[in-house]
């Protein structure tokens, strides 16, 4: 067997031209449409979304997209799940279990309402929350449980409703990552009390920045409401500041474009579908490398396509793999967010609210310490896990490409 010179050791590298970008043009499925509905906006000089049509537009659209009665629009994921945790309203002190890999937007809306997240473990081959995890994690002090669908795919929900169900908890989905995943043909979003998304620039569709909370409770989605729009309920008459609440408010030029991508988001997933269904075909073979586990009765939506190595197979790290793999042209991200994100500073020091160390030490709260191996099956997977990107706009030789690169690294790699 012929063995090729990597690009890493000076050889010719599979492709120079970058792949589709989520960063850019390349990859992102906007132009006319989104520069229609701005204009409308600049030369109807309303942008504050009362008084304007599109963020109103984009909220019953958006709900009705996925079955839902209510969408509050919002200014990002973070804003969206902080909106839901917001509705659900926890003591300070209560606790929120969720999962240690995923972005910091999940955690933000905890802490701000002085709860305090607690993290399950994740499953090794689908990267969500185990629910004989979660089930350890509860306390007496337990309010929410918020499931992270990482990467595209849906946690395992059955079991999630069924400890919800016998605590009598709230559970909030986070979608940012899987925008039409489905878990037993349900939509992830529809399945919890709340399902937040993110229009954030790499997501499935996007604002550049901007978000969604749904839900079909009428008084979370009212409790919602107010508190993404400073408590106030924009009745005639004097100004009552109901509670404590932000704003959230998203504007109309965010909801121009979000109306524009809400005609184009389940064409983006299918041609993620598609692609992602091509580069597991092209590499489903190669010895030594795992294609991304899809868990039965789910579809994936494939924000990133997630790969691992064999090493007893192959004679490199993943992180050797990873940046060969780079080099070839396929960009390939290691490790995600490298540490589980409970070993972040903000919890590792309490860096919070001044020097109080609320809401760790809320009077309310349960001494805690994060320990790096808290979770163990999250170390595993963040020292395996190596992203590819997923995109749209991949044609056949972008993924014959992938392929290629993957077979031509994983054969110089492979154990004599
Ligand atoms: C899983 C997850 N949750 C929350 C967020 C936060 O979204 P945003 O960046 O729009 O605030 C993101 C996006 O980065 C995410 O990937």
């Known amino acids: ?25 390349s990859g992102r499925d906007v132009g006319d449409q989104e520069i229609a509905n701005l204009a409308e906006v600049i030369e109807a000089g309303r942008l504050f979304r009362y008084g304007g049509e599109f963020v109103d537009r984009f909220e019953t659209q958006f709900a009705g997209m996925l079955g839902m009665n209510h969408g509050i629009a919002s200014t990002s994921g973070t804003s969206a799940l902080h909106v839901a945790v917001g509705a659900v309203n926890p003591n300070p002190g209560e606790e929120i279990i969720t ?11 905890i802490l701000f309402q002085n709860a305090v997240p607690v993290f399950a473990d994740l499953d090794p081959n689908t990267y969500t929350m185990m629910p004989e995890s979660i089930e350890e994690r509860i306390t007496d002090r ?23 169900r016998k605590h009598k908890l709230k559970v909030i989905e986070d979608c940012a990552q899987a925008y ?16 937040c998304f993110s229009l954030q620039q790499s997501k499935h569709m996007t604002t550049g920045d901007g978000g969604i909370t749904v839900t079909n409770d009428d008084a979370l989605a009212q409790r919602a409401r107010l508190f993404s729009d400073k408590g106030w309920p924009r009745e005639p008459g004097a100004r009552g500041y109901m509670f404590l609440g932000l704003n959230y408010r998203m504007n109309e030029l965010t909801g121009a474009v979000a109306c524009a991508q809400i005609g184009k988001v389940k064409s983006v997933v299918e041609r993620r579908r598609k692609a992602a269904d091509a580069i597991t075909e092209r590499i489903a073979d190669v010895a030594g490398v795992n294609p991304p586990f899809v868990r039965e009765g789910c579809r994936h939506s494939w924000w990133l396509y997630p790969i691992t190595i ?17 080099k070839e042209g396929v960009p390939a991200g290691v490790g995600y967010i490298g540490k589980p994100i409970y070993m972040a500073p903000v919890f590792q020091e309490a860096q919070t609210y001044g020097n109080s160390g609320c809401p760790f030490t809320c009077p309310h709260a349960s001494p805690r310490q994060y320990k ?37 690294v994983a054969r110089h790699f492979e154990r004599s």
Not at 8 to 14: I, L, Q, R
Not at 146 to 163: C, E, R, T, Y
Not at 310 to 326: C, K, R, V, Y
Not at 379 to 407: Q, Y
Request: aromatic share 6%; glycine share 10%; hydrophobic share 40%.
């Open 372 to 408: 790096p191996d808290d979770c163990p099956n999250t170390l595993e997977i963040l020292r395996r896990v190596i992203t590819l990107g997923c995109n749209e706009f991949f044609t056949e030789k972008d993924v014959d490409d992938i392929g290629r690169a993957v077979l031509k």
């Open 310 to 326: 064999d090493e007893s197979i192959l004679e490199a790290t993943p992180q050797q793999f990873g940046t060969a793999l780079t």
């Open 99 to 109: 999962a240690p890999i995923t972005d910091m937007g999940s955690l933000i809306g």
């Open 1 to 25: 067997m012929e063995v090729e010179k990597l690009a890493v050791d000076g050889g010719a590298p599979v492709r120079t031209d970058p792949l589709p970008s989520v960063g850019n043009k």
């Open 180 to 195: 039409f995943a489905e878990y037993k043909g349900r939509l992830v979003g529809t399945m919890g009390d709340l399902g």
């Open 142 to 164: 337990t309010k929410a449980i918020m499931v992270v669908h990482l990467f595209g795919q849906s946690a395992d929900m059955d079991p999630v409703f069924d400890i919800a």
